[in-house]
């Protein structure tokens, strides 16, 4: 199993970029697919984006496409979701997760981070 944890949220303005960081506790963390969701106030949870268990696989969402990365270092067992030319309406709490494969579906996911949170004003 895994624990998430992730870090680097924070305030950043419109056009101003961001990296979160999620290590995941153990030593099972490379056998794991990795995603990104999101969940703005008063709107559901969403897919952000996803990667495979060795790194050779990923998928976003079209509302990040061209703007967010997603990478991971299975030796450091951390995944990072890079963040860039953001805009206000990605201002939510993002929430890493672990899956047995790569999916945009939440309940493809077993394990979950506490989120944190990002703002982005305008």
């Known amino acids: 199993q895994v624990q998430p944890v992730e870090s680097g949220g924070g305030l950043v303005q419109a056009g101003g970029s961001l990296r979160l960081s999620c290590a995941a506790s153990g030593r099972t963390f490379s056998n794991y697919a990795m995603g990104w969701f999101r969940q703005a106030p008063g709107k559901e949870r969403e897919f952000v984006a996803a990667?495979?268990?060795?790194?050779?696989?990923?998928y976003y969402a079209d509302s990040v496409k061209g703007r967010f990365a997603i990478s991971r270092d299975n030796t450091k067992n951390t995944v990072y979701l890079q963040m860039n030319s953001l805009k206000p309406e990605d201002t939510a709490v993002y929430y890493c997760?672990?899956?047995?494969?790569?999916?945009?579906?939440?309940?493809?996911?077993?394990?979950w981070g506490q989120g944190t949170q990002v703002t982005v004003s305008s």
């Open positions: 997760a672990a899956s047995n494969a790569p999916t945009m579906k939440e309940g493809d996911y077993r394990y």
């Open positions: 990667i495979s268990w060795s790194g050779r696989n990923t």
